[in-house]
């Protein structure tokens, strides 16, 4: 007889295939759980980190911008009460003689006003008639008549009795794109109109200077960068010293120039705003990619712009994700050995389950053989599994049975048996050939075998 695999073997087997198969697939789906999930997580930090780049550079850039215009308006508030308060001294000055004296030294009074001059060699005062004439003028004694604009001004000021205005009396300034700023003050019963002259532009100069010192000094995030320049595209300051004070429009960066058109134009029509752009590393030479922040500084007609590159994002997000997959390596990790660990259990629980199968079929084995010369009963109770402990039962049922067909054949026999021997008839059982195999006592008297 061929030799078969035993049924223990083979449910072992089935057991830790599909256990292994069940672990396998459970490990799959996990990982593939976690790379979809880490995908997400990844994609998630990149979104998280360009927006918290974003709010930083902003940031940063509103404070610059911020702090420019706060000193801006704060100079301008500074310059205006100068010229006010120079104005007022030399009115106080010259109208503190009484109105005879003051006639009197008329000339000298209007030359030395003329001769007053700044550090450029202009005109720090003018003194006007109520008619629009300058008196002021330095070395001419000669009276001008003044234009219909002079006029305009000096009725104003006649009206208010003193006020600001942009106007070059003295027509001392040519060249000049901006008209000085002029604070006149009227005294009403000699007519005469007295003020202040200066240029707004330069008073501003040193608080351009200390802003810009202030700027290139300012705490940036890690990484970012900040560039000013004017509408023209005259640099300011830059991350490349060799491009401050140069106008990029004259260079040769085409990177830059055109970077430079889409910043200015942004503060021109929006003020401010986020703006991808490439520009020139000014390390390496080679392009790079750029997010950017600018706001516009509208009094003095600046940009100004913190910008991050594209390596300083991309370093700090593979570090990110460089993590998120060391984390993933190790859940990885601990499900294996997880699995390992089940797989062995599995093993155990199969070879104990396979060691209790096999000492119930032993024993099934062992009532088979005997069942032709014995009727030992199998115990249900000390069976490990319902199914063995059921067909122990069976077992039993047919050993019972058995043994009732036993003895009812073993009565049958008995009185088969006292019929034929003690019957008075002649009785005699023959074979297929008709020779006598078995005859009672009176058969065999009959035939003289008695």
């Given at each position: 007889?061929?030799?078969?695999?035993?049924l223990?073997?083979?449910?072992?087997?089935?057991m830790?295939?599909?256990?292994?198969?069940?672990?396998?697939?459970?490990?799959?789906?996990?990982?593939?759980?976690?790379?979809?999930?880490?995908?997400?997580?990844?994609q998630?930090?990149?979104?998280?980190?360009?927006?918290?780049?974003?709010?930083?550079i902003?940031?940063?850039?509103q404070?610059?911008?911020?702090?420019?215009?706060?000193?801006?308006?704060?100079?301008?508030?500074?310059?205006?009460?100068?010229?006010?308060?120079?104005?007022?001294?030399?009115?106080?000055?010259?109208?503190?003689?009484?109105d005879?004296k003051?006639?009197a030294?008329?000339?000298?009074?209007?030359s030395v006003?003329?001769?007053?001059?700044?550090?450029?060699?202009?005109?720090?005062?003018?003194?006007?008639?109520?008619?629009?004439?300058?008196?002021?003028?330095?070395?001419?004694?000669?009276?001008?008549?003044?234009?219909?604009e002079?006029?305009?001004?000096v009725?104003?000021?006649?009206?208010?009795?003193?006020?600001?205005?942009?106007?070059?009396?003295?027509?001392?300034?040519?060249g000049?794109?901006?008209?000085?700023?002029?604070?006149?003050?009227?005294?009403?019963?000699?007519?005469?109109?007295?003020?202040a002259?200066?240029?707004?532009?330069?008073?501003?100069?040193?608080?351009?200077?200390?802003?810009?010192?202030?700027?290139?000094?300012?705490?940036?995030?890690?990484?970012?960068?900040?560039?000013?320049?004017?509408?023209?595209?005259?640099?300011?300051?830059?991350?490349?010293?060799a491009?401050?004070?140069?106008?990029?429009?004259?260079?040769?960066?085409?990177?830059?120039i055109?970077?430079?058109?889409?910043?200015?134009?942004?503060?021109?029509?929006?003020?401010?705003?986020?703006?991808?752009?490439?520009?020139?590393?000014?390390?390496?030479?080679?392009?790079?990619?750029?997010?950017?922040?600018?706001?516009?500084?509208?009094?003095?007609?600046?940009?100004?712009?913190?910008?991050?590159?594209?390596?300083?994002?991309?370093?700090?997000?593979?570090?990110?994700?460089?993590?998120?997959?060391?984390s993933?390596?190790r859940?990885?990790?601990?499900?294996?050995?997880?699995?390992?660990?089940?797989?062995?259990?599995?093993?155990?629980?199969?070879?104990?389950?396979?060691?209790?199968?096999?000492?119930?079929?032993?024993?099934?084995?062992?009532?088979?053989?005997?069942?032709?010369?014995?009727?030992?009963?199998?115990?249900?109770?000390?069976?490990p599994?319902?199914?063995?402990?059921?067909?122990?039962?069976?077992?039993?049922?047919?050993?019972?049975?058995?043994?009732?067909?036993?003895?009812?054949?073993?009565?049958?026999?008995?009185?088969?048996?006292t019929?034929?021997?003690?019957?008075?008839?002649?009785?005699?059982?023959?074979?297929?050939?008709?020779?006598?195999?078995?005859?009672?006592?009176?058969?065999?008297?009959?035939v003289?075998?008695?």
């Amino acid at each position: 007889m061929k030799p078969k695999r035993r049924l223990t073997q083979i449910l072992l087997f089935l057991m830790s295939g599909v256990s292994l198969a069940s672990i396998i697939l459970g490990a799959f789906l996990w990982v593939n759980y976690q790379k979809n999930q880490s995908e997400k997580v990844s994609q998630r930090i990149s979104v998280e980190y360009r927006r918290n780049w974003e709010e930083a550079i902003s940031r940063e850039t509103q404070i610059v911008a911020g702090h420019i215009e706060s000193q801006t308006a704060e100079g301008q508030v500074e310059f205006y009460q100068g010229v006010k308060s120079a104005a007022l001294e030399v009115y106080d000055a010259v109208f503190s003689q009484d109105d005879q004296k003051l006639l009197a030294n008329r000339d000298a009074i209007l030359s030395v006003l003329g001769e007053m001059r700044d550090e450029a060699g202009r005109p720090r005062y003018v003194a006007l008639d109520r008619d629009g004439r300058v008196l002021s003028r330095p070395g001419q004694s000669e009276e001008f008549a003044a234009n219909p604009e002079v006029k305009a001004i000096v009725e104003s000021v006649l009206d208010l009795g003193e006020a600001f205005y942009r106007f070059d009396f003295n027509e001392s300034w040519p060249g000049q794109a901006e008209k000085p700023v002029v604070y006149l003050k009227a005294d009403e019963e000699l007519g005469w109109i007295v003020g202040a002259v200066s240029l707004y532009s330069e008073s501003q100069a040193a608080i351009k200077e200390e802003n810009l010192a202030w700027a290139v000094s300012a705490p940036l995030p890690s990484g970012s960068n900040l560039m000013i320049m004017d509408y023209a595209g005259q640099v300011l300051t830059s991350p490349d010293e060799a491009q401050v004070g140069k106008n990029v429009f004259e260079g040769e960066n085409a990177l830059l120039i055109k970077a430079a058109s889409r910043i200015i134009r942004g503060a021109r029509l929006y003020k401010s705003g986020f703006l991808e752009f490439y520009f020139q590393d000014f390390e390496t030479g080679e392009p790079k990619w750029a997010v950017g922040y600018f706001r516009a500084i509208e009094p003095w007609r600046w940009v100004t712009v913190v910008f991050v590159d594209s390596d300083e994002l991309a370093s700090a997000l593979a570090e990110e994700q460089r993590n998120l997959g060391e984390s993933v390596k190790r859940q990885i990790v601990h499900v294996v050995l997880v699995s390992i660990v089940m797989l062995a259990l599995v093993a155990v629980l199969g070879q104990f389950i396979s060691k209790k199968a096999s000492l119930s079929f032993e024993e099934f084995y062992r009532f088979f053989d005997n069942a032709a010369s014995a009727s030992i009963e199998i115990d249900p109770e000390a069976q490990p599994f319902d199914e063995f402990a059921l067909l122990a039962v069976s077992v039993n049922r047919m050993i019972a049975q058995r043994r009732q067909a036993n003895e009812s054949l073993t009565a049958s026999e008995t009185k088969f048996r006292t019929v034929f021997d003690f019957s008075p008839q002649l009785i005699a059982i023959t074979d297929e050939a008709g020779r006598v195999v078995e005859a009672n006592e009176e058969f065999a008297n009959f035939v003289g075998c008695g």
